[in-house]
């Protein structure tokens, strides 16, 4: 499970990915709503990550 | 800029101020516990934040004012190369989630109130306890000195000239941070990121409505960088890529390294409210990056600026009415006090902790650490207002760039111990002083820009300099360690591990 934390890194640091200007989305280009939905897929794998692990409050 | 004062926008700014005024000199009752008597209390507001107030805390001074106006003056000037903040503020959660909640199990179960002590008990090195307490002290105070230059920027909008406002303004809250300790910043926080907050999400929907959608926007923008050629467009010119890519994860590295966030992490009341806020703070990084995209709303709306720091400001004056410009200004100047007084009583804490108990007064009392640092945050917010007020401001620009990357290199020394004991605080002294040197030189002598080039197989490679020097400074550490540990395989010097 640790491994999904490291899909951000590759997602957004290997910019020949997304160094683009379509498809656009509502007006943005490709490079710039593509690195906006990494927010939330960041915080959704953080939360996998998360939940599989034990954890408790007072830790 | 205004060449006469704006009243209706200066009197809502005053209003929200004085409000946080007061909300910082009550700080101190709230949740409350003998502030004075216990460096744990001022400095860390007593290790009890929970996921909300943690929240707000280090989303208000890792996301500054500063922040708010140089990004969009950025994104303004040289289009998606600005962007590399976006990149930055997002790989940084995975890292933060992974590393945090062990480095505050550590100080918590040690009572650690700074990134020296963690690194002090566990290398039991005084060298490399005060080689990471200089860096986190050196590269802090220029952080302040920007935080001050993004509310002069919001000041000088509403028509206010001289350099008095600001003055008055730091005092206040240099009085109240010295009252309250971090209890201020972390109640101001909730005003200020709420204000923000309301700032952007109106702007970002009634600016691209006023200009003509989104499409609009980007293709004003793509007119200008056109126009304007060079390494500017709305996607990363061919040389851009690796620089783009080395600056979002050397930056993401080093954010947590500051004494500002880390005081953030060390407040925080257990391992799991950092776990849940590495979820959750990634909001913040969708704020910046709608934030990021004022920038080019100041091309769409046409704006004539002296300068690419005075986009939001100008942004806001012409388009919405006074009263919520001095809303948006006054989220600006408070967005700058959270930050300044966190940054303030980080390094405090630092000073106190790790200069001043390790070398002036080994038996202070608890008492004593707290009225140390109080004083300590007093003069370094004079000495972050004199570096503004006697320096010129480009000065305070390349040494916060400089901190940065100086910062950074105290990456090995406070990371690689909570992984594994290997390493020796001999090596990782000669890395952090090898980083240091080779990075500070290399930027200076390319005219402070942050980018180095390597010549490899025939090809130039041009990253940032401070993941060059942190991975130079890997290398130097062990390589060192090897040597140290061939000369001297008992380590004599261990104390015991948490």
Redesign the interface.
Known sequence: M?ML??V??VG?????FY???EP?L????F??WY??A???I??I???L??RSQP????? | MADHIEWVALAVFIFFFALVTVMGFFAARWKSGPVSEHLDEWGLGGRQFGTWITWFLIGGDFYTAYTVIAVPALVYAVGAYGFFALPYTIIVYPFVFAVMPILWKVAHKNGYVTAADVVHGTYNSRGLELAVALTGLVATMPYIALQLIGMGVVIKAMGLTGEFPIIAAFIILALYTYSSGLRAPALIAFVKDIMIYIVVLIAVVVVPYKLGGYGAVFSAANDAFVAKGGTTGLILKPGLLLPFATLALGSALAAFMYPHTLTGVFASKSADTIRKNAILLPAYTLLLGLIALLGYMGHAAKLKLSSPNDVVPQLFQTLFPSWFAGFAFAAIAIGALVPAAVMSIGAANLFTRNVWKSYVNPDITHAGEASVAKITSLVVKVGALAFILFLPTQFALDLQLLGGLWILQTFPALVFGLFTRWFRAEGLLLGWAVGIGWGSWTVWSNGMKPLASLALGGESYTFFVGLGALILNIVVAAVATVIVRMVLPEEKSAIARS
């Open positions: 640790w934390l490291l951000p890194f957004l640091l290997w910019v020949p160094n683009f200007l656009s509502f007006g943005f280009p490079f710039y690195q906006f990494w927010v939330p960041t915080s794998l953080i939360w990550v998360y954890h408790d409050e007072a830790e």
